[in-house]
Structures are given as C-alpha cells and as structure tokens.
Antibody, heavy 120, light 108 residues
Framework: QVQLQESGPGLVKPSQTLSLTCTVS??????????WSWIRQPAGKGLEWIGR???????NYNPSLKSRVTISVDTSKNQFSLKLSSVTAADTAVYYC????????????WGQGTLVTVSS | EIVMTQSPATLSVSPGERATLSCRAS??????LAWYQQKPGQAPRLLIY???TRATGIPARFSGSGSGTEFTLTISSLQSEDFAVYYC??????????FGQGTKLEIK
C-alpha cells in the first residue's frame, strides 16, 4: 500500500525558509485522482492544514499561511515538497504529509511526521 | 473558516466501558466529517469518514453518527489500545479544512 515519508532539516533559523519533502512509495504520485497535502501540529496542540497539490501542479493553501507557503511536486521523483518562508518560533511543529482523493476530503494515509524547530 | 469544537477536552473511562466523544461545527458541514485517532509519537489514523463510515480495518466497536453541526464518536467496550487523542475534521469547505482541538481519552 502507499506510504509517505517526510524528510528535511529539523532545525531552521528564524526568518529563514523551512523546506520539507514527502516521498511517496508503493504507488505512483501521478496515478489516480489524489491531492497531496501538508498538515502541521505544534507540540501538545491540534492539527492545522497547510495546503495541497494535485499532480498537475494546481495548489490550494490555507489562507492563514498562503502568503508564506509554496507546495510543489516532482513526479519524476515521486515526491512533493513544502516551503514555508519567514519562519518564526510559532512555526515549530511536527509536519505531516498526507494523501486525499479529489472527490473526498479526509486524509489517509499520513506520513510519520517530522519535527521542525525554529530557533537561532 | 469553519470552527470545530470538541468536548470534553479529556474523558476518563474504564476499560470495557463505553466512551462518547462530541464534535460541533460552527456551521453545517452536512456529513462531511472524519474522525482520527492519534497515539503519542504517531501520526493520526483515519477511523471514520462520511460521519459514520468506518475506514478499512477499523474495528466495529468504533461508530460515528450525526450530521449538520453535531457529531458523535462512540467507542463501545474500550480496549487498552483505544486510549489516545481523537480529532474530528470537516471537509465540507476546503478553504480551509479544519480540525477540532482534540479529546484525550484516558484510563480511569
């Protein structure tokens, strides 16, 4: 079955850009009708949807983060990526990637998550 | 933005008993609601979608109900592995998708 795995730096300095990649295995990122999403969770807190991308490159972002977020896809590598600019300590969180179909809205499966800490 | 409110924040229940978790939406989300279970150090796992349909492999002791703005997740006869944090999520409006703040189900 499809599995997702996040990767990227665990420490980012304030004002810099957070960059993460999600690698999809067990299936092609281009097959089927799926959106690929990023979701984050600050320690001890709830979940926040960041945005999604379709394999065509079409994106949708959470309005609260839209000015700082870019999600892209590399179908040749079966990966999609997240960039979050001008980070502050408030962006410290576990970042998850997840899949959803284009006709539904729930997230399944999820990657295991990766902790990103924003600190100097 | 649709605000999802879960109650209670913490629920203490004994193994073998029934647990009832609530989720309320700030406006109608029809039946476009999902429930997730999250254990410490793990990613959320999909339990229920469409307010009442169990995801693949989810035991029958998990059931969901509701529509519009009021939803319930019921876990009958709690097992030790069921103690976790549970989140609801609306997908009626993707601008943006939103989650509740979670209910922690703990052993009494």
């Amino acid at each position: 079955q499809v599995q997702l795995q996040e990767s990227g730096p665990g420490l980012v300095k304030p004002s810099q850009t957070l960059s993460l990649t999600c690698t999809v295995s067990g299936g092609s990122i281009s097959s089927g009708s799926y959106y690929w999403s990023w979701i984050r969770q600050p320690a001890g807190k709830g979940l926040e949807w960041i945005g999604r991308i379709y394999t065509s490159g079409s994106t949708n972002y959470n309005p609260s983060l839209k000015s700082r977020v870019t999600i892209s896809v590399d179908t040749s590598k079966n990966q999609f990526s997240l960039k979050l600019s001008s980070v502050t300590a408030a962006d410290t969180a576990v970042y998850y990637c997840a899949r959803m179909t284009t006709v539904t809205g729930w997230f399944d499966p999820w990657g295991q998550g990766t902790l990103v800490t924003v600190s100097s | 933005e649709i605000v999802m409110t879960q109650s209670p924040a913490t629920l203490s229940v004994s193994p073998g008993e029934r647990a009832t978790l609530s989720c309320r939406a700030s406006q109608s989300v029809s039946s476009n609601l999902a429930w997730y279970q999250q254990k410490p150090g793990q990613a959320p796992r999909l339990l229920i979608y469409g307010a009442s349909t169990r995801a693949t492999g989810i035991p029958a002791r998990f059931s969901g109900s509701g529509s519009g703005t009021e939803f319930t997740l019921t876990i009958s006869s709690l097992q030790s592995e069921d103690f976790a944090v549970y989140y609801c999520q609306q997908y009626n409006n993707w601008q943006p998708y939103t989650f509740g703040q979670g209910t922690k189900l703990e052993i009494k």
